[in-house]
């Protein structure tokens, strides 16, 4: 009798002792937070001591990605997708600012706002992205993320869908049951339009109150809208876009001077990145309307062809169509990179001649992909600020295509997980910094997610073998006005392809 009941005690205090230590070793897990800042619309060269102080002493003793990529289309929801999901577009399955999904609406594009995303599970019986994200890798492991920004409620809603903690915007609070508080602590909400610099120090705010404290969410996200919003107004370089660069570059200030009062005491990794580059715009017609005077579109309204910014969706996928505007496009000096499917999985070249592959930019959903996605041509032409980079596309400046200066963006990272100060030259893009968290905080990385563990930069990773390499695609078609070829460069690591960019010719037949 007493051998059983000092075996029974003996079995209790080993499994408090192992319960005991598992506590431990969790709580020491976690116990570094970590903080994800996104400058939208960041341009590398915009980081000066002068325009802005505040990041450019960050990124000297910083961990550097010095061959980082926005992922393609450059645009804002894509990019939010896919930092969130460590995917890329063909596999979350958010294609762009404006998206087709016929079940929510059969002849026209949706737009990419809470609002519209919100119906896409409904309408689709599926969920929203067809990837699984931080937020939800998170509440499998009981921790919690919290999102704040000042740009679009879109945006801000993708970078945590299924709101696991929170996410606070000026036009948008989740849970709703949180927007009570978050209106009393932090005060009433701020103008949301691009000259509003307030809704920066509302998120600021926001963030030094519920994401930077002892018992805040594990990782904390900030999203300032700006230099984008300034820079489409008033284009690269103008008086308004550096104020508004110096601007978040304060509020960045103001967070880093919070993590510096704590001390050692809250310890916390930061990773910084953007969405896109930018470049000068050059006015042009606008797709669907060239599609409509070159009789491929009945009106606005009809269903023949329906176009979602670059991505054009052709009826029953009819071949012929698909050609002949593939065709049309080639021939125009505005356009410029053309892309169609594949004839099979990991096809460099698209099925129509002169296209290269949805593959090869990652970008061929099963469900979600058009038939045609084009980027408007560039060119190294310098604005009269004497930022270089112009494109094809209407308004003053903006992203979304196909050029270096879209593409290639920052990543620093500083913290007690990180080398510092380190550079990567091994290519990298917003695809890999889920990747890279989880592997900070070991947890497992979800099957299917495309994005890679930027371990060259991170303290407890074994040396990081291999090298990367240039590969140059190839492409073109001839026609009795001349010929069309389109080139792409990749990076490529391993298993890893990195799309640096997309260039057009046009040569005229003699």
Same mark, same amino acid.
């Given at each position: 009798m007493k051998l059983h009941f000092r075996y029974l005690l003996c079995l209790f205090l080993l499994t408090t002792l192992q319960a005991a230590y598992a506590q431990g070793t969790a709580r020491g897990r976690f116990e570094v937070k970590t903080l994800i800042v996104f400058f939208d619309g960041l341009r590398p060269d915009y980081i000066t001591e002068a325009q802005m102080p505040n990041l450019f002493a960050f990124r000297q003793s910083a961990a550097w990605g010095k061959q980082h990529h926005s992922v393609f289309p450059t645009v804002t929801r894509v990019n939010s @997708?896919? /930092?969130? %999901?460590?995917?890329?577009?063909?596999?979350?399955?958010?294609?762009?600012?404006?998206? /087709?999904?016929?079940?929510?609406?059969?002849n026209k594009p949706i737009g990419t706002t809470y609002e519209d995303l919100s119906k896409i599970p409904a309408a689709t019986s599926g969920p929203l992205l067809t990837a699984?994200?931080?937020?939800?890798?998170? @509440?499998?492991?009981?921790?919690?993320?919290?999102?704040?920004?000042?740009?679009? %409620?879109?945006?801000?809603?993708?970078?945590?869908? %299924?709101?696991?903690?929170?996410?606070?915007?000026?036009?948008?609070?989740?849970p709703e049951s949180f927007k009570a508080q978050v209106l009393n602590d932090i005060g009433a909400l701020p103008e949301t339009g691009h000259e509003g610099m307030e809704r920066h120090k509302w998120i600021t705010d926001a963030l030094? $109150? /519920?994401?930077?404290? $002892?018992?805040?969410?594990?990782?904390?996200?900030?999203?300032?809208?700006?230099?984008?919003?300034?820079?489409?107004?008033?284009?690269?370089?103008s008086e308004q876009a550096v104020q508004a660069i110096r601007y978040v570059d304060a509020q960045f200030g103001r967070i880093m001077e919070a993590l510096r009062a704590k001390g050692t005491d809250e310890q916390y990794n930061i990773i910084i990145s953007t969405d896109h580059g930018f470049v000068t715009h050059v006015a042009r017609q606008g797709l669907a309307d060239f599609l409509i005077k070159e009789g491929f579109k009945k009106d606005k309204e009809s269903d023949d062809v329906v176009v979602?910014?670059?991505?054009?969706?052709? +009826? &029953?996928?009819?071949? +012929?169509?698909?050609?002949n505007i593939v065709a049309?496009?080639?021939?125009?000096?505005?356009?410029?990179?053309?892309?169609?499917?594949?004839? +099979?999985?990991?096809?460099?070249?698209?099925?129509?001649?002169g296209t290269l592959s949805f593959d090869l930019i990652h970008y061929d959903h099963p469900k979600r992909s058009g038939d045609i996605l084009v980027a408007p041509n560039w060119n190294d032409a310098k604005n009269d600020n004497g930022y270089a980079g112009t494109d094809f596309?209407?308004?003053?400046?903006?992203?979304?295509?196909?050029?270096?200066?879209?593409?290639?963006? @920052?990543?620093?990272?500083?913290?007690?997980?990180f080398k510092h100060?380190?550079?990567?030259?091994?290519? %990298?893009? &917003?695809?890999?910094?889920?990747?890279?968290?989880?592997?900070?905080?070991?947890?497992p990385k979800p099957a299917g997610m495309d994005g890679r563990a930027v371990g060259e930069l991170l303290q407890k990773s074994r040396k990081v073998n291999g090298t990367s390499k240039k590969k140059l695609v190839k492409t073109e078609a001839a026609y009795p006005w001349g010929t069309y070829k389109l080139s792409a460069e990749m990076s490529v690591f391993g298993d890893y392809q990195y799309f640096n960019y997309a260039k057009t010719e046009r040569t005229p037949a003699r």
């Open positions: @997708a896919s /930092y969130a %999901t460590g995917s890329y577009p063909g596999t979350h399955g958010l294609l762009g600012n404006s998206i /087709y999904i016929p079940e929510v609406a059969a699984k994200s931080l937020g939800e890798v998170l @509440a499998d492991a009981g921790q919690k993320m919290m999102v704040f920004s000042s740009g679009t %409620t879109g945006q801000a809603f993708l970078q945590n869908h %299924t709101v696991n903690g929170a996410v606070i915007n000026p036009g948008l609070i989740l030094l $109150k /519920y994401g930077l404290v $002892k018992n805040g969410p594990l990782v904390s996200a900030i999203w300032f809208s700006d230099p984008d919003g300034a820079a489409h107004e008033h284009g690269i370089g979602a910014e670059g991505a054009i969706y052709v +009826k &029953n996928h009819d071949e +012929k169509v698909i050609s049309a496009l080639h021939k125009q000096e505005w356009a410029g990179a053309v892309f169609t499917k594949g004839l +099979k999985k990991g096809d460099t070249h698209g099925k129509v001649k596309a209407g308004g003053v400046a903006g992203h979304g295509g196909a050029s270096p200066y879209e593409i290639n963006i @920052a990543l620093f990272a500083s913290g007690p997980d100060p380190a550079t990567t030259e091994l290519p %990298t893009s &917003n695809a890999d910094i889920v990747p890279t968290v989880l592997a900070i905080y070991n947890l």
